[in-house]
Nanobody
Framework: QVQLVESGGGLVQPGGSLRLSCAGP????????LSWYRQAPGKQFDQREL??????????NYANFVKGRFTIFADSGKIGVNLQMNDLQSEDTAKYYC??????????????WGQGTQVTVSS
């Protein structure tokens, strides 16, 4: 059973920073794409929006609403992804989810989600 464990959420004032981390399986897999999504208050689970993603070649892309403020980077040597969030604003308040598109060493490819971590931006 593959688990993704997120950490780093919390309450922060506008203009502040947080770093989210997501830890995946210690072995047995390689990643294709690692992503962060978020579900804003009042939105349905299936309305989660992409925040940022990184592929196995190191290519990144970001949602327009976070460009220049957030940085995604993957761990080296293990399945893990981080999201450095700077200049947080109230509209960034959401539950943030890690998503991992992985290939097992036996060749199977699957997508996994973490349970989410809450980020609240408020003074």
């Amino acid at each position: 059973q593959v688990q993704l464990v997120e950490s780093g959420g919390g309450l922060v004032q506008p203009g502040g920073s947080l770093r989210l981390s997501c830890a995946g399986p210690a072995s047995g897999f390689s990643y294709n794409v690692l992503s962060w999504y978020r579900q804003a208050p009042g939105k349905q689970f299936d309305q989660r929006e992409l925040v940022a993603r990184i592929n196995d070649g190191g290519f990144t892309n970001y949602a327009n609403f976070v460009k220049g403020r957030f940085t995604i980077f993957a761990d080296s040597g293990k399945i893990g992804v981080n999201l450095q969030m700077n200049d947080l604003q109230s509209e960034d308040t959401a539950k943030y989810y890690c998503k991992a598109d992985l290939t097992s060493w036996s060749g199977g490819r699957s997508v996994y989600w973490g349970q989410g971590t809450q980020v609240t931006v408020s003074s």
